[in-house]
Nanobody
């Protein structure tokens, strides 16, 4: 069974940057899609970004497109989320997730398509 551990969260001023990491253990992520979701207080968990197992295809929520970049290192069994031009509305707990897509180029983005989740890391953006 895979375990996912997020890191890199913290407090940053608006306009700043953070890089989140998601380290996987217990199984290789080589043939698994990776995704990032977030949940703000009082709101439902929402999709942020996802990447295919090949790393060649990505998908982003409209709210973060152009500011966030998802990447992965299969050699390090790790996924990353580079977040630039952060806004106060980006404040949330960020979760990484992994799931099978059955295709190296397919990007999955629905929460039910992911079968393993991390515990989350808090990102707070001050205005």
């Amino acid at each position: 069974q895979v375990q996912l551990v997020e890191s890199g969260g913290g407090l940053v001023q608006a306009g700043g940057s953070l890089r989140l990491s998601c380290a996987a253990s217990g199984r290789t992520i080589t043939q698994y899609s990776m995704g990032w979701f977030r949940q703000a207080p009082g709101k439902e968990r929402e999709f942020v970004a996802a990447i295919s197992w090949s790393g060649g295809n990505t998908d982003y929520a409209d709210s973060v497109r152009g500011r966030f970049t998802i990447s992965r290192s299969n050699a390090k069994n790790t996924s990353y989320l580079q977040m630039n031009s952060l806004k106060p509305e980006d404040t949330a707990v960020y979760y990484c997730a992994t799931g099978r897509s059955g295709n190296p180029f397919k990007v999955i983005s629905g929460p039910t398509e992911f079968d393993a989740w991390g515990q989350g890391t808090q990102v707070t953006v001050s205005s």
